[in-house]
């Protein structure tokens, strides 16, 4: 019978087939102890010379790593390793030979390894952070069907842009000029309007020079758009899904957070309800901490970010940011119109914004007011001003940012090592 590696815990004390690749291999005398990997798992499989023919034991001392195979043998427990199970070879049918493999268990260095990233995915470390990225999908898609939520995809190519024209990528559209979106936002709201909840995921783009352990030039995003909801509402929704996302993670993930030596205790911790600090209090404790340079309007950077994030244990929001340094659709608090109602969610451990979200504007003399203000009257955005005109209602939404949830939650440093193929600053390839 032809099994996974996954499959293995079910079918204890049956003889089985594995299609595989050798991740790595040690021997010594009369047993070979093959680390095997299919995709779905690793797993250990031993080679006992006195349970096989010659030929096969001379194959299991000899094949190279990343050979590939069909392996055949019984389903033991193996109390040792952290999956549990092990296979008692009795036959390997070689497919194809890997010669010379260029990522050897050895340590390599960034560059080679981010050179090298299609066959880098193999790695038991790859493995594991790409598993937790795929629970992250799996349970927003969970969360947001439970919710009565509707998933709508918006364009990929646009003519209009949700954060400022600096950081879009242009292309020819036939004879127009053309942008890979930035954001979604904008077709939320329009969809938000026909079918009240709403969530995208998609790829976004942002010509952004900067070279941090935060920032992508191609990411993924999850923006849902809501009707009827307004800004704390809004916050209280947030703080829901990513306690559901963490959770799922800790449940459906054990195996890898224990590859990537996850601290549990701090995801345990990410339950709702998550504190809030409004700007003013943001600037407030920032000076307090002894940062001099901050003042009342500037934006907040990553060292800023850290330093509030660390005097909370749970992601944070920062609230009602200056309406000056934030985009034209959001909402004004009606109690101060310096400010807007949005909120910045920051994760601990340093791993900065994971969420940007806002009560949108409702409102069409304001709005036409914000695009006299930012520039934009103009053909390429007729249709958002018309939902503003078409009984716009109170509305909400906001963007999370998968990698920088990813690199969250499996503890991982950089970005570049939470999606299959990073696109960075410098780097297409491969
Ligand atoms: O804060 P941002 O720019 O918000 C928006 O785009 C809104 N239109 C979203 C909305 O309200 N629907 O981006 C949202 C999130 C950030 O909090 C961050 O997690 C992530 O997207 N992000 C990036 N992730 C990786 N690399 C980059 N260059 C990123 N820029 C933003
Ligand atoms: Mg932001």
């Given at each position: 019978m032809k099994i996974t590696i996954s499959q293995s815990p079910k079918n204890e004390g049956q003889t089985v087939t594995i299609g595989a690749w050798l991740a790595n291999k040690r021997s010594s005398g009369k047993i070979a102890f093959l680390q095997l990997r299919d995709g779905t798992g690793f797993m250990q499989a031993v080679v006992a010379k006195s349970d096989v023919s010659e030929e096969t034991f001379q194959l299991a001392k000899s094949m190279s790593q990343e050979s590939s195979m069909y392996i055949t043998g019984k389903i033991v427990e193996d109390t040792r390793s952290a999956f549990g199970y092990e296979m008692q070879v009795s036959d390997i049918e070689l497919i194809n030979e890997a010669i010379d493999y260029p990522i050897t268990p050895k340590e390599h260095g960034t560059e080679f390894l981010m050179d090298h990233r299609h066959l880098w995915l193999r790695s038991k470390r790859q493995h594991a952070v790409m598993k937790i990225r795929n629970e992250i999908i799996r349970a927003t898609y969970e969360y947001f069907n439970e919710n009565e939520y509707v998933k709508i995809d918006p364009p990929?190519?646009?003519?209009?842009?949700?954060?400022?024209?600096?950081?879009?990528?242009?292309?020819?559209y036939f004879d127009e000029e053309a942008y890979l979106s930035q954001s979604g936002q904008l077709y939320m709201e329009a969809a938000a309007m026909a079918f009240g909840k709403v969530f995208s995921f998609?790829?976004?783009f942002r010509a952004e020079k900067s070279k941090t352990r935060r920032h992508l030039i191609e990411f993924w995003m999850i923006e849902p758009e809501m009707s009827f909801v307004d800004h704390a509402e809004s916050l209280e929704i947030q703080e829901q899904y990513v306690s559901f996302v963490a959770q799922s993670v800790l449940t459906n993930c054990k195996?890898?957070?224990d590859v990537l030596?996850?601290?549990?205790?701090?995801?345990?911790?990410?339950?709702?309800?998550f504190p809030r600090i409004s700007y003013d209090d943001a600037v407030t404790l920032l000076k307090e901490k002894?940062?001099?340079d901050i003042e009342w309007g500037e934006d907040f950077g990553s060292p800023h970010e850290t330093a509030i994030a660390e005097h909370f244990d749970k992601p944070v929001f920062i609230t009602n940011y200056p309406a000056a340094i934030k985009s034209f659709y959001m909402k004004p608090d009606p109690e101060r119109s310096d400010v807007v109602l949005c909120a910045d969610l920051i994760a601990p451990e340093g791993y900065g914004e994971i969420i940007g979200g806002s009560q949108r504007i409702d409102d069409l003399e304001l709005m036409t007011k914000r695009f006299e203000e930012h520039g934009l009257a103009g053909e390429a955005y007729n249709w958002y001003l018309e939902?503003?005109?078409?009984?716009?209602?109170p509305h909400s939404g906001f963007g999370l940012g998968l990698e920088r949830t990813v690199a969250w939650l499996s503890g991982v440093d950089h970005v570049r090592e939470t999606i299959p193929f990073p696109r960075l600053l410098n780097r297409l390839y491969p």
């Open positions: 990929v190519l646009t003519g209009s842009s949700a954060e400022g024209t600096t950081e879009l990528f242009h292309t020819k998609g790829p976004t195996l890898e957070l030596e996850r601290d549990t205790s701090k995801l345990e911790m990410i339950k709702a309800p002894g940062f001099d939902l503003s005109k078409y009984g716009s209602v």
